[in-house]
T-cell receptor
Framework: GQSLEQPSEVTAVEGAIVQINCTYQTSGFYGLSWYQQHDGGAPTFLSYNALDGLEETGRFSSFLSRSDSYGYLLLQELQMKDSASYFCAVGGYQKVTFGTGTKLQVIP | DSGVTQTPKHLITATGQRVTLRCSPRSGDLSVYWYQQSLDQGLQFLIQYYNGEERAKGNILERFSAQQFPDLHSELNLSSLELGDSALYFC?????????????FGEGSRLTVL
């Protein structure tokens, strides 16, 4: 089966940097994705790592270590609008399994 | 707008009833996924279809069933509804099998069972 662990809640100050960690156990691993979901909204894709290393997309970066079954999402220059839930997800051959989500609260 | 369309957006029904949720994937996407999200919970994978064929099943109850039609739209049927089935049901699509990690989600169908 597949399981993912991430912190349930994180609070950070506007303008700061926050890192959301994700550890996973899976078979048939293709890559690690990150999604953002605002309350009541649809999840939206942020990034994908298939290989070890750092991927940068604007203020967001994502890291993967396949040997450690670990990844993280790094959000820089936090803005109030970044307050949302963030999900890591493991892509396998047949399906994408999501973690339980990390609720990020950005405070002034 | 992700290009994935789900109907209805909201649905209120009673226990014991049956409902059908509909999903139209993005143009060109062959894979459709269904997820259930209960209040303040994660996304629970239900089932996946690729080009009309069932490819993967998650924690889908026997009271639930789904299919993908030749025009690639999909329907999720929920029967003998219970209070605990109240949730947001998301459909997502991708071009092929999910090895690129990017799914496009619809806005969801919010089901309330009274």
């Amino acid at each position: 089966g597949q399981s993912l662990e991430q912190p349930s809640e994180v609070t950070a100050v506007e303008g700061a940097i926050v890192q959301i960690n994700c550890t996973y156990q899976t078979s048939g691993f293709y890559g690690l994705s990150w999604y953002q979901q605002h309350d009541g909204g649809a999840p939206t894709f942020l990034s994908y790592n298939a290989l070890d290393g750092l991927e940068e997309t604007g203020r967001f970066s994502s890291f993967l270590s396949r040997s450690d079954s670990y990844g993280y999402l790094l959000l820089q220059e936090l803005q109030m609008k970044d307050s949302a839930s963030y999900f890591c997800a493991v892509g396998g051959y047949q399906k994408v399994t999501f973690g339980t989500g990390t609720k990020l609260q950005v405070i002034p | 707008d992700s290009g994935v369309t789900q109907t209805p957006k909201h649905l209120i029904t009673a226990t014991g009833q049956r409902v059908t949720l509909r999903c139209s994937p993005r143009s060109g996407d062959l894979s459709v996924y269904w997820y259930q999200q209960s209040l303040d919970q994660g996304l629970q994978f239900l089932i996946q279809y690729y080009n009309g064929e069932e490819r993967a099943k998650g924690n889908i109850l026997e009271r639930f069933s789904a299919q993908q039609f030749p025009d690639l739209h999909s329907e999720l049927n929920l029967s003998s509804l219970e209070l605990g089935d109240s949730a947001l049901y998301f459909c997502a699509s991708s071009v092929g099998l999910p090895n690129t990690g990017e799914l496009f989600f619809g806005e969801g169908s919010r089901l309330t069972v009274l």
